[in-house]
T-cell receptor, first 118, second 111 residues
Framework: GAVVSQHPSRVICKSGTSVKIECRSLDFQATTMFWYRQFPKKSLMLMATSNEGSKATYEQGVEKDKFLINHASLTLSTLTVTSAHPEDSSFYIC??????????????FGPGTRLTVL | QKEVEQDPGPLSVPEGAIVSLNCTYSNSAFQYFMWYRQYSRKGPELLMYTYSSGNKEDGRFTAQVDKSSKYISLFIRDSQPSDSATYLCAMSATRAQKLVFGQGTRLTINP
């Protein structure tokens, strides 16, 4: 099946620093990737939709200057949390959509990245 | 009112029991329905994918969609302790649209 990886799996940083999270589709090309945030015992909250070669589309209430998204290739999207603060601590999950004709237009999720901001 | 409603549980059943998980939704445009399983501190894993109404079976898992009632279900037969996880329903109107998730139901299968 389709595999999506994320790196790093866990990161701890100091307040004010920036953190980059990578999302890769390992065995398929993904023109669209999604970034979610999940709080403990809560569902996934979509932050933004990342399209290869174009600007990301952010959900209402998500600061685009704080959460920078780059989708430079068909297999890689990055999320950079800039000037991180303790309230940004969360579980960040990406997903990638495998498009027809080779794929089924299904979203496959990465394993997630746990960010802790001290 | 949320677009997708899912009882968060927790739900605890003995090993071997049949488990029924459900979601209701309000948007009649939804046509694509998915169930994901998420283990603690892991990303969601796609379990079942159905289009429009009807049933779909895969091993011990059966997904049902009743569009007239705006109600979807996931049944797990012969439940195992390894099925203990959070189950999320998700749906969209078209394949290209973003998914709308339910809150997730925490399920525990007791040996």
């Amino acid at each position: 099946g389709a595999v999506v990886s994320q790196h790093p799996s866990r990161v701890i940083c100091k307040s004010g620093t920036s953190v980059k999270i990578e999302c890769r589709s390992l065995d398929f090309q993904a023109t669209t990737m999604f970034w979610y945030r999940q709080f403990p015992k809560k569902s996934l909250m979509l932050m933004a939709t990342s399209n290869e070669g174009s600007k990301a589309t952010y959900e209402q209430g998500v600061e685009k200057d704080k959460f920078l998204i780059n989708h430079a290739s068909l297999t890689l999207s990055t999320l950079t949390v800039t000037s991180a603060h303790p309230e940004d601590s969360s579980f960040y999950i990406c997903s990638a959509r495998d498009r027809p004709p080779s794929g089924t237009d299904t979203q496959y999720f990465g394993p997630g990245t746990r960010l802790t901001v001290l | 009112q949320k677009e997708v409603e899912q009882d968060p549980g927790p739900l605890s059943v003995p090993e071997g029991a049949i488990v029924s998980l459900n979601c209701t939704y309000s948007n009649s445009a939804f046509q694509y329905f998915m169930w994901y399983r998420q283990y603690s501190r892991k990303g969601p894993e796609l379990l079942m994918y159905t289009y429009s109404s009807g049933n779909k079976e895969d091993g011990r898992f059966t997904a049902q969609v009743d569009k007239s009632s705006k109600y979807i279900s996931l049944f797990i037969r012969d439940s195992q302790p390894s099925d203990s996880a959070t189950y999320l329903c998700a749906m969209s109107a078209t394949r290209a649209q973003k998914l709308v998730f339910g809150q997730g139901t925490r399920l525990t299968i007791n040996p």
